[in-house]
């Protein structure tokens, strides 16, 4: 008898033993892949090679491993994707160069040559090559804040000539730091286009266009203040969504409401434009954008 319960003793001891080492050979793998399934959930995609082997779980793992790989792939495309989308829709946003702008700069050099032989045709077609060539470099550049003034400045030039001298253009900048900030080519030309045709020409007396630079936390803003014609607030709330308001004068055929678009696609919804009128006053258009230095 002492000899059996030695031997059934034993027996208990050895299955409880394997019954430990069983559930942890099997435990062990099934927590893993639990673990794993956890970095899934928080969205981490990447494969795990340790958690595929030979029997049932191992199946399950290589097969979580294939959807991760699979997941990833299609995020990866999609982003891609949105990216492409992003860039062509900016890109066909800005390639809408309005050629009559260059014919009708064209007519005014051969006026300005019949009429007279003055220092006046060099300074024009000098800041005509320059605006050509910031034009053909792209759109989605982003350039400094000095770089985007000294364009505008090509841009006044040739606009104070064509319409002899309509009206005159101050910048103020706060801080000498704001120089150095990053801002998309070619933002503030629609704007000083739409207060020289929409503001100021329309009122017939000579005006004044003011820019502004400054900076709140990490926002830069830009405005530009024309005292024209001004705006009911009727008109005001439908600026930013009507696409009628461009004419073949302009330079760009993209209006204000694709300007605003252009911002939000690529510093985010947030950011763009506002604006604020006072009919016979003043018109303020202001641009957003994060503060880049």
């Known amino acids: 008898m002492e000899t059996i319960a030695i031997i059934f003793f034993y027996c208990i001891v050895i299955g409880l033993a394997l019954s430990f080492l069983i559930s942890r050979q099997l435990g062990r793998p099934i927590l893993h892949l639990i673990d794993h399934l956890g970095l899934v959930a928080q969205g981490d995609f990447t494969s795990d090679p340790s958690i595929e082997s030979n029997d049932e779980i191992g199946t399950i793992g290589r097969q979580i491993n294939q959807m991760s790989s699979q997941i990833n792939t299609l995020m990866e495309t999609r982003i891609q994707g949105e990216k492409e989308k992003k860039d062509l829709e900016i890109k066909m946003l800005q390639a809408q160069i309005n050629p009559h702008f260059l014919y009708n700069t064209l007519d005014s050099i051969k006026w300005i040559a019949t009429m007279q032989r003055n220092s006046g045709i060099v300074q024009m077609v000098t800041s005509l090559s320059s605006l050509l060539k910031n034009m053909a470099k792209g759109f989605?550049?982003?350039?400094?804040?000095?770089?985007?003034?000294?364009?505008?400045?090509?841009?006044?030039?040739?606009?104070?000539?064509?319409?002899?001298?309509?009206?005159?253009?101050?910048?103020?900048?706060?801080?000498?730091?704001?120089?150095?900030?990053?801002?998309?080519?070619?933002?503030?030309?629609?704007?000083?286009?739409?207060?020289?045709?929409?503001?100021?020409?329309?009122?017939?007396?000579p005006g004044l266009i003011e820019i502004?630079?400054?900076?709140?936390?990490?926002?830069?803003?830009?405005?530009?203040?024309?005292?024209?014609?001004?705006?009911?607030?009727?008109?005001?709330?439908?600026?930013?969504?009507?696409?009628s308001r461009v004419t073949k004068?302009?330079?760009?055929?993209?209006?204000?409401?694709?300007?605003?678009?252009?911002?939000?696609?690529?510093?985010?919804?947030?950011?763009g434009l506002t604006i604020e009128s006072q009919l016979d006053c003043f018109t303020r258009i202001t641009v957003a954008l994060p503060l880049e230095v």
Do not use: C, H
């Open 212 to 243: 502004r630079a400054w900076a709140e936390e990490d926002i830069l803003k830009v405005s530009v203040t024309d005292n024209g014609i001004g705006m009911a607030q009727e008109q005001v709330d439908r600026l930013l969504t009507d696409t």
């Open 140 to 205: 989605n550049e982003k350039v400094t804040l000095t770089q985007e003034l000294d364009f505008l400045r090509d841009y006044v030039v040739i606009e104070k000539v064509r319409y002899l001298e309509l009206f005159d253009l101050q910048i103020q900048v706060d801080k000498p730091s704001l120089y150095d900030a990053k801002i998309i080519k070619l933002t503030l030309q629609p704007l000083v286009e739409n207060a020289i045709f929409n503001g100021i020409e329309p009122s017939g007396r």
């Open 249 to 271: 004068s302009t330079m760009s055929g993209i209006g204000l409401p694709n300007v605003d678009r252009r911002f939000k696609l690529v510093y985010g919804e947030e950011y």
